[in-house]
């Protein structure tokens, strides 16, 4: 096996600050530059310069000084120099942060920040990774703010918090639901854009990274911030100790595809000002190539903006113990000297092939705004993806198709709906399986689950953009009214449809992903873009209604038959007549009971299929499940198929026409004939 070597080799490395014998080594990459220098501030008045020292320029663009004036605690700023002309952007008065910060302190204004010195140590007290296997991985994607700002079994210290996210209230809902990893949204140190801090709005989601190494100071207890970046980091690590104790994983949504700086003119913290034409993609002119829709794209076709990210990517799997990440427009990354996309550029497969990434979850979202930037199902082996394709199929099939037929007749049959069901082969190649795939209905970007059955159209007056922004396409059906309402039979069926997504999402094979609220029903009033708004419209509350209650309940029913039921979660695609291991292999059936022919997955009349997948676990029993979909409004008689081998008895575990999860389990015998309530799922053991 070739030995691995990261992007721009051994002249990389050690990149930053390293303490050692009593003094630190600080090297800060620029081809560009034409002077480096380390500015020290005052512990208490970031405005007071103490001492300045001159980097010397070594090979390969790396500046390098070892000095004593670095110490754990202390505050430091870059000034860079370099010449004028297109793509260069040098001030040798701008006070810039080192990229490699592990620590920052922010002074009084909004680019006025200073990287800290830190000295890495955390006492992880025997507290392991918890390894989750991928077949056994239910995500839940949630804003560490939001998920804890109203909890009312933690303490309002711990509001909103690190902290407050591992207190056993929160593990104890985490652990209730039955998910088993947390996927944050950004928590690497960002700032919010100027035009909102000036339209009295923030970045409230975190996509607009100020540094790739640091925790975000906003989301410390207000003790830890008082005392500083180490105290930070601790209760960061802290976290995730506790949420790893609890056998819980945590993954990272991470956005190394552009940084706060925006577009020329924007801030000039960091990377701008040690070397613009370098580090962000460019026309020969200057002109930035912005394939991300914020201004700027991070140039992963040179080695050190590859590097940078790597590096990142590591410190964080290894100094925070983090088990996973999610690749916010990963698109962006695998773009190469030509700004095209390459499934086998060298930063996607150094990711993969890192040995000190080893074990790490990769989760693309795979695509950015720029050309040719839609690449789902065409990541690398090894990674897997955000399913766009299997998000859409789902919502037409349960919501506009709906909608659709109540005015004329269904425009689709139940093949599409059936392959996202069963993997997405038909997106994801027989390598990767349907483990490549990640399943949702829901993200934090769009409508949540209530209010995609619930609304029509969105509703982002409130983020003062005319209602411009945010997705105008969303697959949305509000079942006869606009918003809320008092009738009773639309509520029902609003209330039906989310569990039948839910149960979709969490009976495909794949990796579910479910958003933080959905199993609560949360509702943003019809906001499908609520990014600028850190308040009561985005965090979650507590206080809940009986059905909200029951669909809680529907959630943690659903996620224990997926545990318990092996069928629901191959690692492979099954081959007829070929024994493949930890696949399933699937029979398909029509409402009566009969073998489904290609007239039926086609036809638009027939949306009712009866789907049979049985295991062929290596460690676990053997396991085989019945699952009955029915797509249209009006109720059917189902034929339960008699010609399962060995199959005598089919026990009902779930179904989605239940207001509450049944707590007993019901049999029946191949041939009996099942009334199926419109629009509904059951899902069957056989026996």
Same mark, same amino acid.
């Given at each position: 096996?070739?030995?691995?070597?990261?992007?721009?080799?051994?002249?990389?490395?050690?990149?930053?600050?390293?303490?050692?014998?009593?003094?630190?080594?600080?090297?800060?990459?620029?081809?560009?530059?034409?002077?480096?220098?380390?500015?020290?501030?005052?512990?208490?008045?970031?405005?007071?310069?103490?001492?300045?020292?001159?980097?010397?320029?070594?090979?390969?663009?790396?500046?390098?000084?070892?000095?004593?004036?670095?110490?754990?605690?202390?505050?430091?700023?870059?000034?860079?120099?370099?010449?004028?002309?297109?793509?260069?952007?040098?001030?040798?008065?701008?006070?810039?942060?080192?990229?490699?910060?592990?620590?920052?302190?922010?002074?009084?204004?909004?680019?006025?920040?200073?990287?800290?010195?830190?000295?890495?140590?955390?006492?992880?007290?025997?507290?392991?990774?918890?390894?989750?296997?991928?077949?056994?991985?239910?995500?839940?994607?949630?804003?560490?703010?939001?998920?804890?700002?109203?909890?009312?079994?933690?303490?309002?210290?711990?509001?909103?918090?690190?902290?407050?996210?591992?207190?056993?209230?929160?593990?104890?809902?985490?652990?209730?639901?039955?998910?088993?990893?947390?996927?944050?949204?950004?928590?690497?140190?960002?700032?919010?854009?100027?035009?909102?801090?000036?339209?009295?709005?923030?970045?409230?989601?975190?996509?607009?990274?100020?540094?790739?190494?640091?925790?975000?100071?906003?989301?410390?207890?207000?003790?830890?911030?008082?005392?500083?970046?180490?105290?930070?980091?601790?209760?960061?690590?802290?976290?995730?100790?506790?949420?790893?104790?609890?056998?819980?994983?945590?993954?990272?949504?991470?956005?190394?595809?552009?940084?706060?700086?925006?577009?020329?003119?924007?801030?000039?913290?960091?990377?701008?000002?040690?070397?613009?034409?370098?580090?962000?993609?460019?026309?020969?002119?200057?002109?930035?190539?912005?394939?991300?829709?914020?201004?700027?794209?991070?140039?992963?076709?040179?080695?050190?903006?590859?590097?940078?990210?790597? +590096?990142?990517? *590591?410190?964080?799997?290894?100094?925070?113990? !983090?088990? =996973? /990440?999610?690749?916010? #427009? %990963?698109?962006?990354?695998?773009?190469?000297?030509?700004?095209?996309?390459?499934?086998?550029?060298?930063?996607?497969?150094?990711?993969?092939?890192?040995?000190?990434?080893?074990?790490?979850?990769?989760?693309?979202?795979?695509?950015?705004?720029?050309?040719?930037?839609?690449?789902?199902?065409?990541?690398?082996?090894?990674?897997?993806?955000?399913?766009?394709?299997?998000?859409?199929?789902?919502?037409?099939?349960?919501?506009?198709?709906? +909608?659709?037929? *109540?005015?004329?007749?269904?425009?689709?049959? !139940?093949? =599409? /709906?059936?392959?996202? #069901? %069963?993997?997405?082969?038909?997106?994801?190649?027989?390598?990767?399986?349907?483990?490549?795939?990640?399943?949702?209905?829901?993200?934090?970007?769009?409508?949540?689950?209530?209010?995609?059955?619930?609304?029509?159209?969105?509703?982002?007056?409130?983020?003062?953009?005319?209602?411009?922004?945010?997705?105008?396409?969303?697959?949305?059906?509000?079942?006869?009214?606009?918003?809320?309402?008092?009738?009773?039979?639309?509520?029902?069926?609003?209330?039906?449809?989310?569990?039948?997504?839910?149960?979709?999402?969490?009976?495909?094979?794949?990796?579910?992903?479910?958003?933080?609220?959905?199993?609560?029903?949360?509702?943003?009033?019809?906001?499908?873009?609520?990014?600028?708004?850190?308040?009561?419209?985005?965090?979650?509350?507590?206080?809940?209604?009986?059905?909200?209650?029951?669909?809680?309940?529907?959630?943690?029913?659903?996620?224990?038959?997926?545990?318990?039921?092996?069928?629901?979660?191959?690692?492979?695609?099954?081959?007829?007549?070929?024994?493949?291991?930890?696949?399933?292999?699937?029979?398909?059936?029509?409402?009566?009971?009969?073998?489904?022919?290609?007239?039926?997955?086609?036809?638009?009349?027939?949306?009712?299929?009866?789907?049979?997948?049985?295991?062929?676990?290596?460690?676990?029993?053997?396991?085989?499940?019945?699952?009955?979909?029915?797509?249209?409004?009006?109720?059917?008689?189902?034929?339960?198929?008699?010609?399962?081998?060995?199959?005598?008895?089919?026990?009902?575990?779930?179904?989605?026409?239940?207001?509450?999860?049944?707590?007993?389990?019901?049999?029946?015998?191949?041939?009996?004939?099942?009334?199926?309530?419109?629009?509904?799922?059951?899902?069957?053991?056989?026996?």
């Amino acid at each position: 096996m070739p030995t691995f070597t990261a992007p721009g080799g051994a002249a990389l490395d050690g990149l930053g600050v390293r303490l050692h014998d009593g003094v630190a080594t600080l090297r800060v990459w620029s081809r560009n530059a034409s002077s480096v220098e380390l500015v020290v501030f005052d512990e208490t008045d970031l405005d007071w310069v103490t001492d300045e020292a001159d980097l010397e320029r070594g090979a390969d663009g790396v500046w390098e000084v070892t000095t004593p004036l670095l110490q754990p605690g202390t505050r430091y700023a870059l000034r860079v120099g370099g010449p004028h002309g297109p793509g260069n952007t040098f001030n040798p008065e701008t006070l810039l942060l080192d990229p490699y910060a592990r620590g920052l302190a922010q002074g009084d204004g909004y680019e006025d920040w200073r990287s800290v010195v830190i000295e890495d140590g955390f006492d992880w007290g025997g507290a392991e990774k918890p390894q989750v296997p991928l077949d056994r991985t239910i995500i839940y994607e949630a804003h560490l703010k939001g998920v804890t700002k109203r909890h009312p079994d933690v303490p309002p210290a711990l509001h909103g918090t690190y902290a407050g996210l591992a207190h056993p209230a929160m593990i104890e809902h985490f652990r209730s639901l039955g998910v088993t990893a947390i996927e944050l949204l950004p928590v690497h140190a960002f700032a919010s854009e100027p035009r909102l801090l000036e339209r009295g709005l923030t970045n409230y989601w975190g996509y607009n990274t100020l540094n790739f190494f640091t925790p975000h100071n906003a989301y410390a207890t207000e003790d830890a911030r008082k005392q500083g970046p180490e105290a930070v980091l601790a209760e960061f690590k802290g976290m995730v100790k506790l949420l790893h104790e609890a056998g819980l994983e945590v993954i990272l949504d991470v956005v190394y595809n552009h940084t706060s700086e925006e577009g020329i003119g924007g801030p000039r913290s960091s990377l701008r000002g040690i070397d613009n034409a370098s580090y962000y993609r460019q026309q020969p002119d200057g002109a930035y190539i912005d394939t991300t829709g914020v201004g700027n794209t991070l140039n992963t076709a040179m080695d050190a903006g590859a590097r940078l990210v790597l +590096d990142s990517l *590591r410190y964080w799997a290894q100094e925070m113990q !983090i088990d =996973g /990440f999610r690749f916010d #427009l %990963a698109a962006a990354l695998g773009r190469d000297a030509s700004h095209e996309y390459s499934r086998e550029h060298p930063l996607l497969t150094a990711i993969r092939d890192d040995p000190a990434l080893k074990g790490v979850k990769l989760i693309a979202e795979p695509w950015d705004v720029g050309l040719g930037g839609w690449q789902t199902g065409n990541f690398p082996d090894g990674w897997h993806e955000w399913n766009d394709r299997y998000r859409d199929r789902v919502r037409n099939f349960w919501l506009s198709d709906i +909608d659709y037929a *109540r005015r004329a007749s269904a425009p689709v049959g !139940i093949g =599409g /709906f059936a392959t996202r #069901l %069963a993997g997405s082969s038909n997106t994801f190649s027989k390598e990767r399986g349907p483990l490549a795939s990640i399943n949702f209905v829901t993200a934090h970007d769009g409508f949540t689950l209530h209010d995609l059955v619930s609304y029509d159209v969105k509703h982002n007056e409130a983020n003062g953009e005319d209602n411009r922004d945010g997705a105008d396409t969303n697959r949305a059906f509000n079942h006869g009214v606009e918003g809320p309402t008092h009738d009773p039979a639309i509520n029902a069926a609003r209330r039906k449809a989310m569990r039948n997504l839910l149960g979709t999402v969490l009976l495909s094979a794949g990796i579910p992903m479910l958003t933080a609220g959905d199993e609560t029903g949360r509702t943003q009033r019809g906001n499908n873009n609520a990014y600028a708004h850190d308040s009561a419209l985005t965090w979650l509350s507590w206080e809940l209604e009986p059905w909200q209650e029951d669909l809680r309940a529907h959630v943690s029913t659903l996620t224990r038959l997926r545990r318990e039921n092996a069928a629901l979660r191959p690692s492979r695609y099954a081959r007829r007549d070929v024994h493949t291991p930890n696949a399933s292999v699937m029979d398909w059936y029509n409402q009566h009971g009969e073998t489904m022919d290609e007239s039926h997955w086609t036809d638009p009349g027939n949306r009712t299929l009866q789907y049979v997948a049985a295991s062929t676990p290596v460690d676990e029993r053997i396991n085989r499940i019945l699952l009955v979909v029915h797509g249209t409004e009006s109720p059917i008689d189902v034929t339960l198929p008699t010609s399962i081998d060995g199959a005598t008895k089919f026990v009902s575990l779930w179904s989605s026409a239940d207001e509450q999860p049944r707590v007993g389990t019901e049999g029946y015998a191949p041939g009996d004939v099942l009334p199926t309530p419109g629009t509904s799922m059951r899902l069957f053991r056989i026996e």
